[in-house]
Structure formats: structure tokens, C-alpha cells
């Protein structure tokens, strides 16, 4: 069995749409960021990387060549390693704090999301929010365990 951990963190912009766990949240502002700045999926696939003992995003996606990336395609890019591996999901465990956002209405939506791409059951995955006091960032927390296919 191996275990990843990543959290992201981004400031909030209201220039950016927000996308959360790849839905898409009408009127709420996004993340500076060069990609869609989705914070779960980042995490996500950061987590299932460093699972792999592989490096960080960013060695991977340069700021330069990231403009408006969708966070889906990084997100493909690590389950494609994933597969190469011959590993599978066993758990992920995101968590997603902010202030200002609430994730309940659109949670379930983000949950079928992420099993649909993972490929997981419902009990295999969880995905859990919380509140902070800080007003300028928001953040997202994950841990994926991998077992050999």
C-alpha cells in the first residue's frame, strides 16, 4: 500500500470563475491561478503523484505553458501514471476549507464527479468541508492510499 498527501492553497480572485472537484460554481469567484485553479483537483492529483514517489505539479506543468489549463487534464495526466503503474485507489480523503464558499449545495454533484473519473465506489471516497477565518484564500486537503492493480 502506498499514501499520498498534498494540500493547495489559493488566494481568491474575482477575476476567475470557481471550479471545485471539476463543477463549475456560477457566481462565486475562482483562484488566482495560471490553470482553472480547481484547489480539489490539484490536491487530488498531487496526492495520487506523491503516492507514486513522483515530484510535485509543477515540475510537471510550467506556469508558461499552464494558461487556463483545465485541472481535469492534470488530473488525467495522474491517473495515467497511475495506471503505468499498475496501482489502483484504494481511499482518497479531500477536505476543502474557505470562508466564503459553501460546499453542501453542490457537494453530492462533486462527489459523483470524482467517482465517475476515479473510478472508485462511494466507499472508497470522501469528501468533507470545513470553515476558516481567513478571507483572502482557500485551501483543499488529500490523501489517497494505492494498492497494486
Known amino acids: 500500500m502506498r499514501i499520498g498527501y498534498s494540500r493547495d492553497i489559493h488566494k481568491i480572485s474575482r477575476s476567475k470563475e470557481l471550479y471545485l472537484g471539476g463543477v463549475f460554481f456560477p ?15 490539484h490536491a487530488l492529483s498531487e496526492a495520487i503523484l506523491t503516492a507514486l514517489s ?14 487556463n489549463l483545465s485541472s481535469l487534464t492534470i488530473l488525467d495526466f495522474a491517473i495515467a501514471q ?10 482518497v480523503v479531500i477536505s476543502f ?6 460546499l453542501s449545495p ?10 465517475r473519473i476515479l473510478k472508485v465506489n462511494s466507499d472508497q471516497l470522501s469528501v ?14 488529500c490523501v489517497v492510499s494505492l494498492i497494486v492493480d
Do not use: P, V
Open 128 to 141: 468533507t468541508a470545513t470553515r476558516w477565518e481567513d478571507k483572502d484564500n482557500q485551501y483543499s486537503e
Open 54 to 67: 513522483m515530484e510535485d505539479l509543477g515540475s510537471y506543468y510550467k506556469e508558461e505553458e499552464s494558461k
Open 82 to 91: 497511475l495506471r503505468k503503474k499498475n496501482m489502483q485507489i484504494s481511499n
Open 106 to 115: 453542490k457537494k453530492n454533484k462533486i462527489f459523483a464527479n470524482l467517482q
Open 97 to 102: 476549507t474557505s470562508e466564503h464558499i459553501l
Open 27 to 41: 457566481g462565486e469567484a475562482g483562484h488566482e491561478a495560471t490553470s482553472d485553479g480547481d484547489i480539489i483537483l
